[in-house]
């Protein structure tokens, strides 16, 4: 019995490889869940469900097919914002709020995408918030599909060329940010991606903040059970291997 979460695996047309290493994980990494969430940047970019390129459709039926054995949550991330009802029901996937909470066995857990707490990347946290608003979102699914993804062509480049110019620290989680939402949700666990830095951290206060890995070289996967939590390296082309492992 056991609960999985997996977050930024980036998907896109030009790596389809980590898009077969994504089925090869739903068809036989899935052994006694209970459920699996993902954590939000499940593609690259995602301008539009109208617009689906064709791999995402068949990765679409695959997941529906897993949603009939288990349940799919879903949390959009930075990348998917705007993936939509339409292949969210065609998956079989769930939405969820961007902050949810849980109850893992016994232990109250927030999960959540991540981006919210690099509150120190003021350029990001602006941009996030006009993206927040239900008008903007849908002022940008009424434009054409080529000028959609002429957009997001514009915003994935500007954002590596100015990834590269920030610091580890802008670009990581704030302290205070994790500490305020530990406390508003009560939790004593706090699950997230967006980083890229996997690990289980060990806070002062006895509360552990977990960070799923992206899915560029390798995949990560976060298995949650009555026995502890798990955080795994799964390579392309073998068996999962532990990362760090918390009772």
Not at 213 to 242: H, K, T
């Amino acid at each position: 019995m056991r609960t999985l979460f997996i977050g930024d695996l980036h998907l896109s047309a030009d790596r389809l490889d980590i898009t077969q290493a994504f089925i090869r994980f739903l068809d036989t990494g899935l052994n006694d869940a209970e459920a699996l969430y993902i954590l939000g940047d499940l593609f690259e970019v995602w301008v539009g469900d109208d617009i689906a390129a064709p791999f995402a459709l068949e990765l679409a039926e695959k997941l529906k097919q897993v949603s009939h054995k288990l349940p799919v949550y879903f949390i959009h991330g930075n990348r998917d914002f705007m993936l939509g009802k339409h292949f969210v029901r065609a998956a079989g996937m769930q939405i969820l709020p961007e902050v949810t909470c849980l109850n893992l066995y016994g232990v109250k857990t927030v999960i959540l995408h991540g981006d919210s707490l690099c509150t120190l990347d003021k350029a990001y946290q602006r941009f996030r918030k006009l993206r927040s608003f239900a008008l903007a979102r849908w002022l940008y699914g009424c434009l054409s599909k080529k000028r959609r993804q002429g957009i997001a062509d514009r915003i994935r480049s500007k954002s590596k060329s100015s990834n590269k110019q920030k610091s580890y620290t802008i670009m990581d989680v704030e302290p205070n940010a994790v500490d305020a939402l530990f406390a508003k949700t009560h939790t004593q666990h706090m699950i997230h991606g967006h980083t890229h830095r996997p690990a289980i951290h060990q806070l002062d206060n006895g509360n552990k903040r977990i960070v799923v890995g992206d899915w560029y070289e390798q995949g990560s996967v976060l298995s949650v059970s009555p026995e502890g939590i798990n955080l795994m390296r799964l390579p392309f082309d073998s068996a999962p291997l532990p990362l760090d492992s918390i009772p």
